[in-house]
């Protein structure tokens, strides 16, 4: 009975020992729970995060939050963005952040046209009397659109994520993110509607970034592998392999939020690569090269939105957390590929 007691006493040690070497994590998202943010819910309700060392709290942003610059100001560990656009912003005004992953290879933001309008070849949206495009979109993407595919101002029109007006006029085009407005409009305006990713016409930003303090990144480089790898991982199970646990997490953080809306979502991350598709087929999800995000910087320059030389782009990302395969054997045993 001694020996038991004391391997008991032992064993409840060590386990208490664990519990304590777990580095809590604070990662704030950039809008409310999605299916776009199930990879880390997966992570945290599968217990991923855990095994690798992370008490991890997941903080939502919302249309009311705005969780950006509680990163530098150290109150984050970890911020989900929503493409490179803000990194180079960071750089450029010197806010010491750093992106640390890419979790999506597509950026889903997308033009989406009523069908049988002749839409449905992307060079003719130029050509639509009315674009709805949100203020953020008319001063960023719009404009890479009007110099790269000769997009036009006067079709604009103020959107302000309601469906109506653009439901009402057939002749319309609207922006939307390719994994929810469509399903909005399938559900209230009873068609599919003609999606086009910028992704596919030349938009090469990353998305869903996972951006870190630069500081963090220097001092402590393996809880930031740790936090990538999980990351990482939950994305590979919460694509291919059982989600239910995701899901609820989720639907506990944003009610609003229906278990149909949620798997729709997945459908159409799966069907548009958005996730695991390019770099990400063979390095793993979240990979990243120096080449591509040269690339989409020139192309801004390009739309005027920066000045060339105007953002140094070694500090915009860092590689050293990425492009090591991790997943990539959980995901062939879930697949079969």
Known sequence: MHVRFTLALVAGLLAAQAAAAQDKVVFATNWKAQAAHGGFYQALADGTYKKHGLDVTIQPGGPQVNNRPLLPAGRVDFLMTGNLLHSFDNVKNKVPTVVVAAMFQKDPQALMAHPGQGHENFEALKNAPVALIAKDGQFSWWQWLKVTHGFKDEALKPYNYNLAPFLANKKAIQQGYS???????????????????????????????????????????????????????????????????????????????????????????????????????????????????????????????????????????????????????????????
């Open 179 to 337: 994994v929810a407005e469509p399903i909005y409009i399938e559900q209230q305006g009873k068609f599919k509607p003609v999606v086009h990713l910028l992704a596919d016409h030349g938009f090469s930003t990353y998305s869903t970034l996972i951006e870190a303090r630069t500081e963090t990144v220097k001092a402590k480089p393996d809880m930031v592998q740790r936090f990538v790898d999980a990351s990482v991982i939950g994305w590979v199970n919460y694509l291919h392999g059982n989600r239910t646990a995701a899901n609820a997490l989720m639907r506990q953080h944003n009610p609003e939020m229906s278990e149909a809306e949620l798997e729709a979502s997945v459908a159409l991350m799966k069907a548009q690569g958005i996730v695991d598709s390019g770099e990400a087929a063979t390095q793993g999800i979240g990979a990243m090269n120096a080449a591509r995000i040269q690339d989409f910087y020139a192309q801004m320059v390009k739309a005027g939105l920066y000045k060339p030389g105007e953002v140094d782009l070694a500090q915009v990302a860092t590689l050293q957390f990425v492009n090591k395969k991790v997943g990539q054997d959980i995901k062939a045993k879930l697949t079969g590929k």
